[in-house]
């Protein structure tokens, strides 16, 4: 009885001082849920989510201050995909959020820029090259069309355009066609 | 006679319709003056080439168009002599029916070569890297129909066990290859010979299809008078499609491709005959691959008939040369009738692809019913996939599900869709899905690129704040530091020293300044008064 006790006593301490060494020794850095809803979110870091970027949003579901379908880029299926990482029920995207956002390009007319640096400093993705009094333009691979260059620009020269399709990045469309009920009896089908 | 293995599945069709075509002796197209061919850049797959040429330049036929600059990638060359007279998008044969770069090219009717032959290679005394480099130059693509580089295909690391030639031509109407292996039967075995050298291979097996009898006679008699005892020409029985490159290796050689593997996971690789030929045409001639036989054909179509024609001509060029159609506004498609690919017009010009065109009355649409769940769409699949799963999850965007039921495997053979009593376009939805897979793995990759950089900006922004921040405090510090201690440097001093001597000086000269104005007020003052 007594041995026992002692056994599964000491066993208990030394676990216990293990287990707290380990808690110690390889505590993980940062949040690893904020980092896994982060690698779902399109990082286009256009702040329609109303926080400053991606990261600070996929930080701010998983400690449940925001919703899943705050963003307008991803759509239903990256609200999905965080639903199902996270386990809860898909909510339902706001109106201005379409569910299948076209991806957009900025395009500056180069005609109208005046070289002021403004859209520059405002691309989180350092997609815009260009220097100040002189032309600038987008690289249009890198931009995630997140339209942040819109609103500093003080000649509107930019616009979004849907990115434009070639035959080497056209994707075969969702077949649609109308259904139709088997018929009845082949006689039937001829009549009509 | 050889083994050979008979596939789980597939089609033994009624109706092969290959002897509308195979009646005449194929007849070459020649580019009249003033005639435009529209060279589109791209024709096969992998990377865009890079243009080499400018509006307004001649050009002899063969000089090089666009060169390739990635690996995966492939040239285009000039088919005929002329001028380049625009350098624009035009429609091209993709299912896309988008219009692609496509160099104008204005025949002058003289097809000459001028001196663009590259000098040709005797291919046993030749480096291997050297024969690929020359299938590189040429623009060699797999006339098959996948239109993948020969060169790095045929840029092995180790020694293939067997080679196979493609004659199969498994798909209904289309007898190009069966018509070329009986005009080009030697320059077939000539590039088979050359491929094994290349591959270092001692094995070349030829797998034709038993409903081309003329071809096998022709093949073995040629090969009979080449006495090389390491090619082989096998007969294989007529089902659809055993043409598959996937498919005709397991019937040749008992081995099956794995899953998402190629060929050469198997132990063989797979040529097909016309780009064997294509081969033989780039070593020993120095020609690149400009031409290539097609066949016209169709229930719509005067005269049916093979053609060698070069790369660039429209499809209405051949129809003409066919007699033309027989109905009104007939349905124009590329490929056999297992595959076709609907053209939109017949302006879009012949590329390395077309193997075939069928000009046909156009179908009445058939009813698409919902599935019935009946299973003929799983016998019939020559990759022994389940179709009918993937169509339901295809249909919902469970493309993860999808992808669980190996859609990458599906080969798009079209034989689910053709069996399926319910007429639904099983194939689209593959085609759907795999697109959509793809598209979302590239997404994930930009979004991971966009991730990175809008990291590093960050990291870059806060970095300038805080070097900023250090050259702020480190100046406020040295300020202080100096007015602490109140040392002067004798730079300083001497500065200070020159101030205050300038501050004399002025004093100096302000002080004279108001003893003589004072002095000649007095006088003044002093004259005035004796006036008065």
Redesign the interface.
């Known amino acids: 009885m007594i041995s026992a006790i002692i056994i599964i006593g000491t066993l208990a301490a030394i676990l216990g001082l293990l287990l707290g060494f380990a808690a110690i020794q390889f505590k993980v850095e940062g949040d690893p849920l904020a980092e896994k809803i ?1 690698k779902l ?5 256009c702040g329609q989510c109303t926080f400053p ?3 600070p949003y996929a930080e701010a579901i998983a400690k449940g201050e925001a919703n899943i379908n705050q963003c307008p880029p991803g759509g239903e299926d990256t609200m999905k995909a965080i639903a199902e990482l996270l386990g809860v029920e898909p909510q339902p995207l706001g109106e201005e959020h379409a569910a299948n956002p076209i991806p957009l390009v900025a395009i500056i007319d180069e005609s109208t820029c005046i070289g002021c640096t403004l859209c520059i400093k405002a691309c ?4 815009i090259v260009g220097a100040s009094k002189l032309m600038h333009t987008v690289i249009e691979s ?1 931009c ?1 069309g997140c339209k942040l260059c819109l609103p500093p620009c003080p000649v509107d020269c930019i616009t979004m355009e849907p990115q434009s ?4 990045t ?6 649609v ?6 018929p009845a009896n082949p006689t039937q089908e001829q009549a009509a | 006679m050889k083994k050979i293995w008979s596939l789980p599945a597939g089609l033994k069709l009624t109706d092969y319709r290959k002897t509308m075509s195979t009646g005449q002796s194929t007849q070459a197209i020649i580019p009249q003056v003033g005639e435009r061919l529209l060279i589109p850049l ?1 024709q096969h797959s992998g990377d ?1 080439p890079h243009l080499e040429v400018t509006v307004g330049q001649y050009v002899n036929k063969g000089q090089v168009l666009a060169k390739p600059q990635s690996r995966i990638s492939a040239g285009v060359h000039a088919s005929t002599s002329g001028t380049i007279i625009a350098i624009e998008p035009h429609l ?1 044969a ?3 029916g ?1 219009p ?1 770069l496509c160099v104008v090219l204005e025949a002058d009717g003289l097809d000459n070569w001028g001196s663009t032959r590259l000098p040709a290679l005797d291919y046993q005394h030749t480096e291997i890297s050297t024969l690929v480099q020359r299938v590189r130059d040429c623009g060699v693509v797999g006339l098959g129909g996948a239109v993948f580089p020969t060169d790095v295909k045929l840029n092995v690391r180790q020694p293939v066990p067997t080679l196979i030639l493609n004659g199969a031509e498994c798909e209904p109407y289309i007898t190009c290859d069966d018509r070329l292996m009986r005009e080009q039967a030697e320059e077939i075995i000539a590039g088979a010979q050359i491929i094994l050298h290349m591959v270092q291979s001692n094995s070349c097996l030829i797998g034709i299809e038993d409903n081309k009898p003329e071809a096998i006679t022709v093949m073995q008699q040629t090969l009979t008078a080449t006495n090389d005892p390491r090619i082989e020409i096998v007969t294989i029985p007529t089902i659809y499609p055993s043409g598959g490159k996937k498919q005709i290796t397991y019937i040749l050689t008992g081995k099956e491709v794995p899953s998402s593997g190629r060929s050469s996971d198997a132990g063989a690789m797979c040529v097909n005959v016309g780009t064997a030929r294509a081969v033989y045409r780039a070593v020993n001639l120095g020609e690149p691959l400009i031409n290539r036989y097609v066949t016209v054909s169709g229930e719509a179509i005067k005269q049916a008939g093979n053609f060698e024609v070069p790369f660039g001509l429209p499809m209405q060029r051949l129809i003409d040369a066919a007699q033309g159609a027989t109905i009104p506004n007939p349905l124009l498609t590329m490929g056999g009738s297992m595959m076709p690919l609907p053209l939109a017009s017949t302006a879009i010009p012949v590329v390395k692809a077309t193997n075939c065109i069928l000009i046909r009355p156009q179908p009445t649409p058939e ?4 599935c ?1 769940r009946c299973g003929r769409c799983a016998e019939v699949c020559p990759v022994s996939l389940l179709p009918q799963q993937m169509y339901w999850h295809a249909r919902a ?1 469970e493309f993860d599900q999808v992808e669980k039921y190996h859609v990458f495997d599906c080969i798009e053979c079209g034989c689910c869709s053709y069996v399926c009593p ?1 007429h639904i ?1 099983l194939v ?2 593959y ?2 899905a ?3 897979i793809n ?1 979302q793995r590239d ?1 994930r990759q930009k ?5 990175e ?2 990291e ?2 960050q990291e870059r922004l806060d970095r300038a704040q805080r070097e900023k921040a250090e050259k702020l405090a480190k100046h406020k510090t040295a300020l202080k530091d100096k007015e602490a201690s109140g040392e002067s440097t004798p730079e300083q001093d001497a500065k200070k020293a020159a101030i205050q001597a300038a501050l004399e000086r002025a004093k100096a000269k302000k002080a004279q300044q108001a003893q003589t104005e004072t002095s000649t007020s007095d006088a003044n003052s002093a004259s005035t008064e004796g006036k008065a």
């Open positions: 982060d979110l399109p990082q286009t870091q970027g991606c990261r989180p993705v350092d997609a890198e995630t399709v070639e035959p080497s056209w994707k075969w469309p969702y077949p066609y109308e259904l139709h009920p088997a | 791209v865009k091209i993709h299912s896309s988008l692609d009813r698409v019913m919902p019935i965007k319910s376009p689209d939805y085609r759907f795999k697109d959509e598209n997404m979004a991971e690129i966009a991730r950089r809008h590093f900006r």
